[in-house]
C-alpha cells in the first residue's frame, strides 16, 4: 500500500515541474466521469507518454496517491474532494501497421476502431461505442457482443510503478476473466499503448451474439463487413442508451453499473428454486461462465421488481429508461444518490433470489 500525505498545490507545482504535466487545482471529477459525480481533486494532465511516466514517477517518488483517469467512463467517484492527485492520460497517437493498431494509452476508443474500419480493417467492430480510452479496454478486458479485448489485444506497453521498467505484456501474462484482468483494482502498473490484431481483408470477428448477429441476417460464426457491423452495434447500442449523448440522460451512467453474476455450480440449484419460489416455472437466460454459470444481471434486477427509469421521474438517479443494468444521473444526482440506488437494486435481487450483485465500475471514496 503507498503512503500518503497532504501535499500544498505550491509543493506540488515544484514536484511536478519539468514532467509535462499541465497541473489544476480544484477540478470538480463530475466533469471527467460519464455519471457526472465527484468531488474535486488536483488534476495533473498528461498530453505525452513521456509525461505520463515523469508524472506517476515524480508522485510516487514523492509519496503522493495517484488516481488514474482516462475517460471517466468506469468510475464511481465520492462527492468528497479528493486526496489522490488525478493523473489523466489524454495521449493520443494512433499508427496502423499491416495487421494491427497501436494506440497510446489515451487516444479516444471508438476513434481508434473507427479509424481501423475506415482504413479496411476488421475485428475490433464489435466494440464500436464503447465510451473511454484505449488504455483502459486492457483493464476490465471491455467487451461486448461477443466480442472482448482478451479476443484481439496482441500485446500492451507497462510501466511498473515499484521498478520503473516499461515493458510489453501478452495477453497471456494479464489474467484476463470476464470484466478483470491483473490490472483491475490494482495500482502498480500503467497502461501506456495497446496494441491489437486486425484482420487486413476488412472482414468482421466471427459474429458470436444472437442480437447483432439476428439483425444482419447471419448466421453466428459467420463474418460480415467490418464496417457494417459498426453501424449495426452503433445502431443497437443508441437503443440502449449505450453510445455517450450528453443531451441524453440515458447515457449519463457508467454502462452496465452490475457485472452478469457468475454463481458456482453448486449454488446454481438454490438459485434456481428461489426464481422459482418467486416467479414460478419461467424460463430463466443463463450462460456457461468460469467455474459455474452466469446469469444475466439486467433480467434478475427487472424480475426482482426494479422496472426502467426505477424510482420513478422524479428521482434525481434512475435506472436507465432504456437499459435495466444502467444506473444513471438525471441531471442533479450527487454520487451519494447513485450509491444509494446501486444499494437498494444490490440488496432487493439479493432478497428475492440470493445472488450479490458486484459493481463493475471502480469506485473511488465510496463502498456499495
Ligand atoms: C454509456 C457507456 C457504455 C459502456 N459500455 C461498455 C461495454 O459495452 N463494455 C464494457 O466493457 N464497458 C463499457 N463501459 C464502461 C467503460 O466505457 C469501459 O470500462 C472503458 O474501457 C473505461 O475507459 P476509461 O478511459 O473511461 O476509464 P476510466 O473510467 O478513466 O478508468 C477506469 C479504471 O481504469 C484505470 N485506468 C484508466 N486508464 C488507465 C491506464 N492507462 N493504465 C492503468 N489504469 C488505467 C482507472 O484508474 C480506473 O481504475 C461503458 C460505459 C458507458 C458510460
Not at 493498431?101 to 479516444?108: F, P, S, Y
Not at 459498426?230 to 443497437?236: A, D, I, K, Q, S
Not at 446454481?268 to 419461467?282: K, S, Y
Request: aromatic letters at 4%.
Amino acid at each position: 500500500m503507498r503512503t500518503s500525505r497532504a501535499v500544498p498545490a505550491d509543493e506540488l507545482r515544484q514536484i511536478l515541474a519539468g514532467t509535462g504535466a499541465v497541473v489544476r487545482s480544484a477540478v470538480p471529477l463530475a466533469e471527467l466521469t460519464t455519471l457526472r459525480v465527484g468531488g474535486r481533486a488536483t488534476v495533473a494532465d498528461c498530453g505525452t507518454t513521456a509525461a505520463l511516466v515523469a508524472t506517476v514517477q515524480a508522485l510516487d517518488t514523492a509519496a503522493i496517491p495517484v488516481l488514474l483517469v482516462a475517460g471517466g467512463s468506469n468510475l464511481l467517484v465520492s462527492d468528497e474532494d479528493v486526496a489522490s492527485v488525478v493523473v489523466r492520460v489524454v495521449t493520443e497517437g494512433v499508427e496502423f501497421g499491416a495487421d494491427s493498431v497501436t494506440a497510446e494509452a489515451g487516444a479516444n476508443w471508438d476513434d481508434v476502431v473507427a479509424k481501423s474500419v475506415r482504413a479496411g480493417f476488421g475485428g475490433l467492430e464489435c466494440l464500436s461505442g464503447i465510451p473511454g480510452s484505449a488504455g483502459a479496454t486492457p483493464v476490465q478486458n471491455v467487451g461486448a457482443y461477443g466480442v472482448e479485448v482478451a479476443n484481439l489485444l496482441r500485446r500492451v506497453q507497462l510501466l511498473d510503478r515499484a521498478t520503473g521498467d516499461i515493458h510489453w505484456a501478452g495477453p497471456d501474462e494479464l489474467a484476463f476473466g470476464y470484466r478483470t484482468s491483473r490490472l483491475k483494482h490494482r495500482d502498480d502498473a500503467v497502461v501506456l499503448a495497446v496494441e491489437f490484431a486486425l484482420h487486413p481483408d476488412g472482414t468482421s470477428a466471427p459474429l458470436r451474439y444472437g442480437e447483432l448477429a439476428q439483425r444482419l441476417d447471419a448466421t453466428e460464426g459467420e463474418t460480415r463487413p467490418a464496417a457494417v457491423v459498426r453501424e449495426t452495434v452503433l445502431g443497437l447500442r443508441a437503443g440502449k442508451g449505450m453510445v455517450l449523448d450528453p443531451a441524453d440522460h440515458d447515457t449519463w451512467s457508467a454502462g452496465s453499473f452490475f457485472t452478469n453474476p457468475v454463481v458456482p455450480d453448486g449454488e446454481v440449484d438454490r438459485v434456481r428454486a428461489a426464481i422459482r419460489d418467486r416467479l414460478g416455472e419461467v424460463s430463466v437466460p443463463t450462460y456457461p461462465g468460469t467455474g459455474g454459470v452466469k446469469f444475466s444481471a439486467g433480467w434478475l434486477i427487472e424480475r426482482a421488481g426494479f422496472a426502467k427509469g426505477f424510482p420513478g421521474a422524479e428521482a434525481p438517479a434512475r435506472l436507465s429508461t432504456k437499459h435495466t443494468l444502467a444506473l444513471t444521473n438525471r441531471g442533479a444526482a450527487t454520487a451519494a444518490d447513485i450509491v444509494a440506488l446501486a444499494r437498494t437494486v444490490r440488496d432487493g435481487v439479493a432478497e428475492r433470489f440470493g445472488v450479490v450483485l458486484v459493481p463493475e465500475p471502480v469506485t473511488v471514496g465510496v463502498e456499495l
